[in-house]
């Protein structure tokens, strides 16, 4: 009789734990059943088929492209590493690693690609030369007509501003021509007996030149004074010559002046691109707890007690996986005559982080992640796509569930606060 009692003991404690499992098993199948029966994003249509980016092997990477500085930065127990690469005109920014990557317990994970470019700036020393038609070879009179400066823009993309030297002025003659003249000589003949033009020469030779007399002026040199009466005695004879002749005359002249200074030349210069991985840190693995050791005088009661034990686990583990697996963890809603109306849920995960709208009509929507997608979802980018059109999130998780509001008009998608 004292053995029975423990024995009945111990079968109504088995009857208790199995009753338990029984109502906990009934709990998680009607959830799942809720879940199922609200409508499903993935139920609605069938989602277009994403294009897949194609990964860079290590076979297409550019090689010789390494980062030229890495950064770990910690702010406020945040951990992000954060790699700069400098690219050269020649070199393709797809081979840039995004790979996730394990390091000292933390996982790292790419969440933002920068770009800038610089630019080479070329000087040089530079003389231009230029030619103007001027009338005059005065040199005063022509540095009035040159500009003091010069903007210089070069063929070969080099340009500024030169001065005006003074020096580099000259000018020579741009031409010239035949011009017809007479040729003119004045000779004097003093000391003529009589005012005869016989006494005249009728040609002389001026430099090199043949000239014929032309006229003839006469004047009284001396008087004799003959009864009272002043008569002449001698006369001087002023001649003049000509000949027709020709000459070279100047057509104008050119004047070059040259323009010195500084110029400089803006190429490309290198690509800067900073790639910013959050970190993660990697949890401890789980350890197996041991159960006392139930001392009975029974050995039965026992060995049954564990094996209920041990299905009751086994069963209350495979509920809540698939409980966990299958749950809906976004709410869709949609403003319907002024009501925020409920019209699909969806699951998203780090893996999975797409939110695909495209078998809804409008473009307007509410999404609402549940706090615990978003807490493991914090700092990463939620794709929210709706038929060809694609928009990331960056989640900033605060400790509550997460609502965006998606305005695919405005083509703009934000967190509600």
Sequence with gaps: MKQLI????????????????????????????????????????????????????????????????????????????????????????????????????????????TEKRTNETDTKGHTETVEISTETKDLNEI???????????????????????????????????NSSYTATSTREYPHLSNADTSLIPKAITDN???????????????????????????????????????????TGYVTTAGYIGEVSRTAAGDTVYTVYFSGSEIGPAPKLVELPIVEHNSAFPVVLFLIVL??????????????????????????????????????????KALIDLSPLDGYYFIIEIDKYAAKALNSHRVEIRHD????????????????IEADFVAGTVQAIY
């Design 310 to 351: 041990a299905a009751i686990l086994a069963l209350l583990a495979g509920a809540g996986a698939y409980w966990y697996l299958l749950r809906h963890n976004v709410k869709v809603y949609k403003d319907i005559d002024g009501k925020r109306t409920l019209v699909a849920k969806d699951k998203i995960s780090v893996k």
């Design 143 to 177: 540095i009035k007509l040159l500009a003091p400066t010069l903007d210089y823009q070069g063929e070969d993309g080099y340009c500024g501003l030169l001065a005006l030297d003074l020096s580099s002025v000259s000018c020579e003659a741009a031409g010239y021509t």
């Design 6 to 113: 423990p024995r009945i003991k111990s079968t109504r404690l088995i009857f208790a734990l199995l009753l338990a499992c029984a109502m906990l098993l009934s709990c998680g199948l009607a959830a799942i059943a809720a879940e199922e029966g609200s409508p499903d994003l993935a139920q609605a249509a069938a989602p277009p088929t994403a294009a897949t980016p194609l990964p860079v092997t290590q076979g297409d990477m550019p090689k010789g492209l390494y980062p030229t500085d890495v950064q770990t930065v910690i702010l406020d127990g945040a951990r992000q590493i954060i790699k700069t690469y400098t690219l050269t005109a020649g070199q393709d920014p797809a081979g840039i690693p995004r790979d996730n990557f394990t390091r000292d317990g933390w996982r790292y994970e790419l969440t933002d690609i």
């Design 388 to 403: 060809a059109t694609s928009q990331k999130h960056k989640i900033a998780y605060e400790g509550n569930a997460y609502t």
């Design 208 to 250: 090199g030149r043949t000239l014929t007399l032309d006229s003839v002026s006469w004047e009284t040199q001396r008087y004799n004074n003959v009864d009272y009466e002043d008569i002449p005695e001698s006369y001087r004879a002023v001649a003049q010559y000509s000949a027709k002749a020709s000459r070279s005359v100047v």
